[in-house]
């Protein structure tokens, strides 16, 4: 495990790596973190403030908010500063027991809002799904890196699927079928930046359509079947599924181009969106701060994502490549997923909007994800050999 400001002697290439300096912190990413951060617990504020009881004590959703968020980034600091390489010896471990959490959910979790995800530790509810993002990350990326110069045989895309889809059917029957997406979604994104063979992703694509229709009509719910096609017609069911989507559209189109003010928003103030601090609370930005505040959120979200895919492309090796694309896949994912659901083009999944949505859960996988991503960026220092500096990518591919 190399700590910050380590040295690490590597005989077999004769290289010294210069690992940890703060210089290498990648400051944009640090930056946008810190900023959606605390977005969010402002907007938690305004969403929940109109049902809150007076005072912030700990049962307030903000003051949740900012406790979870303090715990997130101390963590991602502790992680940054380690060497992400340090988890390829946990890998197994981790992906097992991210399983037996999901499992015990199954068994003993706590049910909300239909859907049985959390189980109850006292003052903190853990979402064991939010863990599986992470972990399925992690193992893609030991296994992708591994065996890189064998993904033109399709047996290595086979088990990575397997390895997704096991933690993924066992989300999808909690019932949760937005997370249970996100992990395909960062799958596809892991597999694309591993660089598996485009005939191999087309030809899997083909397949994929027949196997989509048997989901279709034979795994998913009556319900869930219903939630896909009342967003082409939401009026059709005005009191049931179709409401909040009719609502979202309604507290958008109040916000107008700049907005009606923070905690001023007549529809979020006025509890007519329902679980408008977690699903909806793109919604409640676009009515408080108007389609430029919209703009700006989705804005600074792509900065995240980005800033992600740039230490990708500047890490020294390709596990901590991958790790870095499938961070940058899962939020933007999850961001596109959500923002899309409140303007209406795509269908109430249930997920969160990173940093923003009211989650400890949520937001602590996410922080933790990104120290992992710093940790990347703070690894990605110059490398030493025969007395010339050379560049990251020359490592990664030496």
């Known amino acids: 495990m190399v700590l910050w400001g380590a040295n690490l ?25 810190l900023a959606a951060a605390v977005i969010g617990v402002i907007m938690v504020f305004s969403a929940t403030r109109a049902t809150s009881t007076p005072g912030l004590g700990l049962d307030d959703y903000a003051v949740r908010q900012a406790i979870y968020g303090l715990i997130g980034l101390a963590l991602m600091f502790l992680l940054s500063r380690l060497d992400y390489r340090f988890l390829e010896s946990f890998t197994l471990p981790f ?22 995800r959390w189980i109850h530790l006292g003052f903190f509810p853990i979402q064991p799904s939010e863990l599986a993002k992470l972990s399925i990350i992690i193992v893609l990326a030991k296994l992708l890196s591994e065996h890189q110069k064998d993904l033109h045989k399709v047996k290595w895309l086979v088990i990575a699927g397997v390895l997704t889809l096991v933690p993924a059917a066992i989300v ?31 030809t899997s694509a083909v397949l994929a359509v027949p196997t989509l229709y048997g989901f279709w009509n034979w795994v998913m719910d009556e319900y869930q079947r219903k939630r896909f096609l009342i967003f082409l017609n939401p009026a059709s069911d005005l009191l049931g599924d179709g409401y909040n989507i009719l609502q979202a559209r309604i507290t958008i189109g109040s916000g107008g181009w700049f907005g009606q003010g923070y905690l001023a928003g007549t529809q979020s103030q006025g509890g007519f969106l329902k679980v408008q601090y977690s699903d909806f609370i793109f919604s409640v930005v676009a009515e408080e701060f108007g389609f430029v505040g919209g703009v700006a959120l989705a804005a600074l979200l792509f900065i995240v994502v980005w800033r992600c895919v740039v230490v990708a492309s500047r890490a020294r090796d390709t596990y901590g490549s991958l790790i870095a694309a499938g961070v940058a896949t899962w939020i933007g ?47 990605s220092s110059p490398i030493i050999f025969g007395g010339k500096q050379l560049s990251a990518g020359w490592a990664r591919s030496a």
Request: overall charge neutral.
């Open 9 to 33: 002697y590597l005989e077999d290439k004769r290289l010294e790596l210069r690992a940890g300096s703060l210089q290498n912190l990648d400051f944009p990413l640090l930056l946008g973190t």
């Open 172 to 202: 999808f029957k909690q019932p949760d079928l937005g997370t249970a997406l996100v992990l395909v979604g960062v799958f596809l994104g892991m597999v694309v930046a591993a660089g598996v063979p485009a005939c191999i992703l087309v």
């Open 333 to 379: 994912v999850q961001a596109f997923i959500n923002i899309g659901m409140n303007v209406g083009l795509m269908p109430v999944t249930g997920i969160p909007l990173p940093f923003i949505s009211y989650g400890g859960s949520s937001l602590m996988s996410i922080l933790l994800a990104l120290g992992l991503v710093q940790s990347v960026a703070l690894q």
């Open 95 to 116: 992906y097992v027991g991210t399983l037996a959490l999901l499992g015990l959910v199954m068994a003993l979790g706590v049910i909300s809002h239909g859907s049985q």
